[in-house]
Structures are given as C-alpha cells and as structure tokens.
C-alpha cells in the first residue's frame, strides 16, 4: 500500500492502491480510460462559457460555485470528487480548499493529468488534496467510510445510473451526503441535444429531474435539496 503521508490511511481502503506517475495514484489492475484520447478536446467544448449557455442554460460560476457550497457543506471527514475530470470548473475551489482530505477521482489518467496540472499552477502548498484513478461502480473505499461526495456531471452518461448511487451509498458514512449535478430535460434546447447526445453514444437516455430523484431515493439517498437550472438539476440527498 502507499505511503500514509501521500494518501491517507490505508484502513480506508478495499483495494491495493498503487503510486503512479506524476503523484496520480491509482487501483491496481485498472484498465485504461475512454476519454484518454479525447481529454483535451472534450476539456475545451464543456468548458466553453458560450457553450453552457447555450446548450444548458447554465454558466462555469454556476458550476463551482455549487461545487464551493457542497464542499463547504460540513467540516468532518473524507470527501471524494467522484469523476472529477479535468477540474475545468472546480480547479480554483479545490486549491483554496485544506479543511477536509480530499480524494479527486476519474477513471481517465489523462483527465486527472490535466486537473492536477490546473490545481499546481496556483501553487497553493497543502496536503489535503490526493487524485485517484479508479472506477466509479468498483471504488476502492471500504463501506461508511466517505463523509461527503461530489459527483458533477456524470449520472447522465451511465445507462446504469441505479448502480452508480448503490456504490455510492455503499461509501458513505451513515448521515452521509451526495452533492450532484446531472443534466436534465426541463429545457427544450437542452432536451433537443441531449437526445441527440444519446443516439450518437455519449449520453445515457435523457431523464427529467423527477426521474433523477426517483433513481436517487429508491436507492437508499434521501433528497434534501434540489434546484433546477435550464438543461442541469443540482441535488443534495443524505444516507439516512
């Protein structure tokens, strides 16, 4: 296993974690990631200001902005990004941030190569901060052990969105929370390219808000908190 000082306490961990290059660790055996090839291009399309307006009706400050509530929601325990991806909108939060570990989470190397580069050009100097490559159904945390997880914008791409909160539950403490983003179909424009997003294979089938939250809660999470803003549903639930 690591080393403590580089990556917490080896007790929270089901799985060996291994070092890897460029101070990225990562569960062993893991195979490569899909978005590897494409981590650059996909990085400036999500990241465009002109974009999200558009599309989702929605701007990067609203995005980390919920992403500096959420992290600042409680002061006790581990928090993880749960497919943290390039930092594009969380890479300023997440520097300032040292009140809590943090474990930043993708399964593409590649993503988490351009994120940690993003945190150490601000050369804020704290040890809070670990990047994991690892799967998002198969985390290598031990049961209850996660007090706050942030997933931004993944649960849209996953046909299996119900086994994404199973894992997630698993992690969390009991009064644990799920701060999340997904995208939804409230807006028109926004349902219109979700649905084409879906028949080109990058999106799983578009689902209302109504349909997010039903998956959330019938799979253990308690919805506390949910704001929608045109094409994005922001959701807070607790492991009750």
Known sequence: MVNDSKIMNEKIFRIKILEGADGIFEVEGLARGNYDEQATKYDKLVGNAIYNKIMWGNSPSDYSEFARKSLYDSNDGIVIDLGCGSLIFTSGVYANYNKRKLFLCDYSAEMLKIGKSRIDS???????????????????????????????????????????????????????????????????????????????????????????????????????????????????????
Do not use: W
């Open 122 to 240: 601000r050369k804020v100097e704290h040890n809070s901060v670990s990047y994991l490559r690892a799967d998002a159904f198969n985390m290598p945390f031990r049961d209850n052990t996660i007090q706050t997880i942030l997933s931004f914008g993944i649960f849209h791409v996953f046909e299996k969105s119900d086994k994404l909160v199973l894992e997630i539950k698993r992690m969390l403490k009991p009064d644990g929370f799920l701060h999340l983003t997904s995208l939804c179909t409230e807006r028109k424009l926004s349902a219109k390219y979700l649905k084409l997003l879906n028949k080109k294979g990058h999106v799983a089938k578009p689902l209302n808000s109504d349909e997010i939250c039903r998956i959330i809660d019938q799979n253990g999470l308690q919805i506390v908190e949910r704001k929608v803003k045109g094409g994005m549903v922001y959701i807070k639930a607790r492991k009750g």
